[in-house]
């Protein structure tokens, strides 16, 4: 069993930023692949960001690339996600998943095996 638990979510003006966290325990995350999601009430989970187990190979959807960057330290048992140049489309609640794997990195919610409660983010213009 995996236990997520994101931090870092909250409230901020178009433009800024905001370092998401998420913290697991049970389970080493060093050798699976990590990934961030959102989702906004009546769409569904979209990924957002992915990392595999060095953090050397990651994907991102194309609406957050250059702005948003994932990263981990396996030491801490944490992922992170540093959101930059926030828009208002990037309000949602933010979750991280686990992936039982590392042969790549899953773009569908249904790949992931272990999911955190959330953290919610909300951009004002």
């Known amino acids: 069993q995996v236990r997520l638990v994101e931090s870092g979510g909250g409230s901020v003006q178009a433009g800024g930023s905001l370092r998401l966290s998420c913290a697991a325990s049970g389970r080493t995350l060093s050798s699976h692949t990590m990934g961030w999601f959102r989702q906004v009430p009546g769409k569904e989970r979209e990924f957002v960001a992915g990392i595999k187990t060095r953090g050397d190979n990651t994907d991102y959807a194309d609406s957050v690339k250059g702005r948003f960057t994932i990263s981990r330290d396996n030491a801490k048992n944490t992922v992170y996600l540093q959101m930059n140049s926030l828009k208002p489309e990037d309000t949602a609640v933010y979750r991280c998943?686990?992936?039982?794997?590392?042969?790549?990195?899953?773009?569908?919610?249904?790949?992931?095996?272990?999911w955190g409660q959330g953290t919610q983010v909300t951009v004002s213009s």
């Open positions: 998943a686990y992936y039982s794997a590392a042969y790549y990195i899953p773009t569908t919610p249904s790949e992931y095996d272990y």
